[in-house]
């Protein structure tokens, strides 16, 4: 089965995901979102937020189809949640998306070298992982998908949850993603600034003041890029809450949109596919 049509689905794991255990869920899965307008060539995962135990509704299609207005192909991920997952079984979704996509260009007409991700809080948390988790591809292995690289080309991550520590980590997600008794080597290794390095991909954040998964996270993550010299553009809103998805009833945060697409833009991510 190949993506062709909008809307078209495929699973992640057709053959058995990783960590599968015996649950309700659907299974993770990756469904192709087209532009109605001429591509541009680029890709953008979504990855909806939902503490790591649901997947919010208007934080996938929507965005995607906000997406596809400015050329992009979406592509939405229906990643895995607690219960019963923990990690590594989300990060291991997001980085097989990361693969499909890649290897869907050719069919698409799309360019491999630029496909980002974008996520909100937990969501955001993912989406961030993968730009900090990320694997070379290996051109040796008997699976075609993993001779793709896992690192996406950049990262927008909106209302991101990404430290775990106190006084700033966000609990519920937390307890989600690594459990109650989580390690501090493995709350340290998901919280995402402290793993930065020069390779980390360039990112786009939004955040408001008075969001109660502390605006810190986005400040902890834009010190991190800002010391490593990794480009990346920061919107912090007076007011605005969480959860309000493309933001169009939020009076603060309602641009953060367009100056995303203006930034898209001018990091040259929107340029038209050359044939």
Request: hydrophobic share 35%; net charge negative.
């Amino acid at each position: 089965m190949h993506f062709i049509n909008d809307g078209d689905v495929q699973p992640l794991w057709p053959n058995g995901a990783t960590e599968q255990l015996v649950d309700t869920q659907p299974a993770p899965s990756l469904t192709l979102l087209l532009p109605e307008c001429t591509p541009c060539g680029a890709s953008v995962i979504v990855c909806p937020g939902g503490g790591y135990s649901v997947l919010a509704p208007h934080e996938a299609e929507p965005i995607g189809r906000w997406l596809n207005s400015l050329g992009i192909t979406a592509w939405i991920l229906r990643y895995r949640v607690h219960p019963p997952y923990r990690h590594p079984a989300m990060l291991h979704d997001a980085q097989q998306a990361i693969r499909m996509v890649r290897n869907a260009s050719s069919t698409l007409n799309l360019d491999p070298e630029r496909v980002g991700i974008l996520g909100f809080s937990a969501g955001g948390h993912l989406a961030s992982t993968a730009a900090t988790h990320f694997m070379p591809g290996d051109p040796t292995s008997e699976d075609s998908l993993r001779h793709h690289s896992t690192r996406p080309s950049l990262a927008i991550l909106i209302y991101p949850v990404i430290t775990f520590k106190p006084p700033f980590g966000h609990t519920g997600s937390g307890n989600n993603l690594l459990g109650e008794s989580a390690t501090e080597q493995q709350v340290q290794l998901l919280s995402n600034n402290e793993q930065v390095t020069a390779s980390t991909p360039p990112m786009f954040l939004v955040h408001t003041a008075d969001d109660p998964v502390c605006v810190e996270n986005s400040l902890l993550m834009a010190t991190a890029l800002s010391a490593s010299k990794v480009p990346f553009e920061l919107h912090i809103y007076e007011a605005g809450g969480h959860g309000y998805g493309l933001g169009k009833d939020s009076p603060f945060a309602s641009p953060w949109t367009a100056q995303c697409a203006h930034w898209l833009r001018t990091r040259g991510f929107l340029n038209r596919l050359q044939s």
